[in-house]
Every structure is written in structure tokens, then in C-alpha cells.
Nanobody, 123 residues
Framework: QVQLVESGGGLVQAGDSLRLSCAAS????????MGWFRQAPGKEREFVAGVAWSGLSTYYADSAKGRFTISRDNAKNTVSLQMNSLKPEDTAVYYCAADPAGSRIRLGEGEYWGQGTQVTVSS
């Protein structure tokens, strides 16, 4: 049984920081490219950041570059998203996803998805 469980979301003010975490179980974690996505009301799911299997390669949406940092710990089966300088437009449900192929993650596809964690940024 594969599970991806996100945590760390909450209510913050613009300029604040949050660190999201995703704990994976039931899969060989190091075999999966991991990604963070978000979905705001009325909008389609958006790629935010991705990290390759070993953690050496990372990818970011333009909206996240310079503010967000994705990392993974294969020993702990976790992937994190450090979000700094948060803006109201970052408000969304953030999802953790896993897929063997990084190209699929970049396209918004994932074999496994978490339940999501709400991030709300007030002005």
C-alpha cells in the first residue's frame, strides 16, 4: 500500500515561510522522481518543483525560482519544500507526487499522489 502524506501547510502572512514535508511509504522511494504541485480554486494543477531520484537535480517553476527549495532524504523517504517569501498567489492546496519518470512529473502526471496540504497566504 503506497502512501504519500503531506504536512506543514497552514495560514501565514505574505513574506513568511513554510516548510512542507511529504512522507512516503510502500514504495522504493529512491526509484521515484518526486514533485510538488499546487492547485488553487478554479485553476488547474500546477507544477511547482521536482527533484530527481538521487536529489542531485532539481527543477522549479518560474514562480518558485529563488523562493522555494525542494529536497529529498532517501534514507527517511521524505521530500520537502521550503517556501520563503510567500505571496498571496501561492495560496493553494499543495500535493506531493511520485513517478518513476521525471518527464511525467514535469507534465503533471504522477503514479502516486498525496492528499494535499492547504497553504493560505494572507496579505
Amino acid at each position: 500500500q503506497v502512501q504519500l502524506v503531506e504536512s506543514g501547510g497552514g495560514l501565514v502572512q505574505a513574506g513568511d515561510s513554510l516548510r512542507l514535508s511529504c512522507a512516503a511509504s510502500g514504495l522504493t522511494f529512491s526509484n521515484y522522481f518526486m514533485g510538488w504541485f499546487r492547485q488553487a480554486p478554479g485553476k488547474e494543477r500546477e507544477f511547482v518543483a521536482g527533484v530527481a531520484w538521487s536529489g542531485l537535480s532539481t527543477y522549479y517553476a518560474d514562480s518558485a525560482k529563488g523562493r522555494f527549495t525542494i529536497s529529498r532524504d532517501n534514507a527517511k523517504n521524505t521530500v520537502s519544500l521550503q517556501m520563503n517569501s510567500l505571496k498571496p498567489e501561492d495560496t493553494a492546496v499543495y500535493y506531493c507526487a511520485a513517478d518513476p519518470a521525471g518527464s511525467r512529473i514535469r507534465l503533471g502526471e504522477g503514479e502516486y499522489w498525496g492528499q494535499g496540504t492547504q497553504v493560505t497566504v494572507s496579505s
